[in-house]
């Protein structure tokens, strides 16, 4: 049983005179404790199989199974509790709340998962110190730069322990030198044994995952292993 | 989730928007002042009217004779001995204010003699401070007697040590010494303002016998005997008096059966010489009155907070559109529709209620200004304060409901793609 099994999944813009096949036909399986990266032009639809593979979005027609269990059609709050529990997201664009601070930004997953404050303080600090962040523990995003803004994403991805990872482009708007620190700490997650699936157009970047999927036009173009 | 999570994150979020939310607590604020201010100036211009015109107990009902009555229409003490003899009277008496002069200890007074029988205490709900009101054998006998109100114990003799001093009234050019017996803390000063008998003193026994009364000398109140004002050359008969039911219940038909006892002894059926008003009528008359006023005003109020309400809905629009973003967030991390609507909700109801608690304080600080101007005690009640905190919290819930479930049914990804 994969951890994810997508089956014919597609997802159709304006359905009818311009429509858009964002993913046209796209099947795919990932196996626990993989290091994924998903590459392909502007436009080919990597975000949109990334949103459905973490549950953010719904797709327009076919199965997807998580961990052996079809969520294809779940309720809006059954889908929250899994991704929740299960899924870490590192957005493009970061995607903090401005008005909380560090802390209070990477505690929220801990929060919707209703856990005592004792416990949380401790899981967010970990998650903070683990990328270096302890001493900006109660800083609002607006006064970190963007690689620690990053970081502090990472952090709150990473607080609650889920077995999924999903970055869609983490590096794009870092410095090299960012960059390179939050690649270190996701190839130290997937070292722990996390399933991780990163997007990206940086060949460099996708060269240091294990297998890559190509995207082009909604369809799978392309899956290999790197050696 | 908790709810003591979800007040902090919505403490937190009002913080952080502290002029906005500022803003929109004024529409309530000033919805929930005006209302609370016109119910509790109405309450205590209520109270004030009341009071001013009655001193009845409750359950006591005055029948007045017209001003334009004959002589022999006039109330007897007979007609109070017959309906004393009624079970369904409890207490009779009659009722009259005599204004003369007095010298109490040494000091010259305009008095004004309020009289009665013994039942007098018990229909015009007269309190002693000290001494005893006097009895039934007093009252029949004539007994030279009187009780001062505090107000006077303390003008003429500075102290309530008085009991067994001797005042001397006049009236009529007649004099007649009376014993003090009693103190009473009731302040009659109503009865002898807002009587249909005081305007018909005020012409004859003031004006002719009192040349005091022009040099404004310091007013005293005793309660006599009314036998003791008759000797001092009264006609002896009366156009007012008081009776109370033996069953409380009866005050309404009581005034009826005491009118028509009248007009059947004075034979004068079918004349409007009688009429007849209790403490119930009086209480209906002026609510009225004071309630067409409230309900008016109160509505323009209403409407205010409807506006307030709506500024209230508009800003949680703009809110949940400036947050979307963050909206999204939340649900990506896990959080429930059910979490996102009631942190809206919660949101929109604490801006209503503490603008409702800042409202209901305003309110009565200006219901106290006007009533201090108008020289009116103001009276809050629980009620009113339970109206305001649940008007408010139902504008807040009812105009914060919809940018709530608005905020929590977008799908995750359509708020995220939002800026
Ligand atoms: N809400 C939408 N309505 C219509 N078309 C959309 C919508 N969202 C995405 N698309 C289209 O779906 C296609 C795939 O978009 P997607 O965002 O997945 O591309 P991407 O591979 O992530 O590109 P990039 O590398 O630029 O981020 C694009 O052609 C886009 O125009
Ligand atoms: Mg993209």
Known sequence: MSLIDVRDVYKIYNPGENEVRALDGVSLKIEKGEFVAIIGQSGSGKSTLMNMLGLLDVSTSGEYYMDGINVSHMTDDELSQIRNEKIGFIFQGFNLISSLTAKGNVELPLVYRGMKKAKREELSKKALEMVGLEKRMYHRPAQMSGGQQQRVAIARAIAAKPPIILADEPTGNLDSHSGKDVMRIIHQLHEEGRTVILITHDNDIAAEAQRVIRIQDGKIVDDYFNK | MSIWENIKIAVYSIRTNMMRSLLTMLGIIIGVAAVIAIITVGNGGRDFIIDMMSDMSSGAVT????????????????????????DAIKYATPMDYKIGSAIIDDEPSMCIAISGNEDLAKVMNITMRRGRFFTAEESENGANVCIITELTAYMVFGDLDCIGEYINYTLNEKSVRLRIIGITNTDLTASSSSSASMSNMMSSDMMKNNPMMSSGVAMSMVITPITVTDALGGTNTYISLYVMAADQEQADTIGNVVKNILYARHGNFGSDTYSAMNMENLTEMVDKIVNVFTTFVAGISAIALVVGGIGVMNIMLVSVTERTREIGIRKALGAKTSTIMFQFLTESIILCVIGGIVGLILGVGMAAVVADVAGIA???????????????????IFFGIYPARKAAKMLPIEALRRD
């Not at chain 2, 029948?63 to 009624?86: C, G, M, P, R, Y």
């Open chain 2, 63 to 86: 029948v007045n004779v017209a001003t334009d009555a004959a002589q022999s229409e006039k109330i007897t003490s007979e007609d109070i001995e017959a309906l004393k003899n009624l």
């Open chain 2, 378 to 396: 103001i009276r809050v009640e629980v009620s009113t304060i339970a109206i305001a905190v649940g008007f408010a919290s139902a504008v807040g």
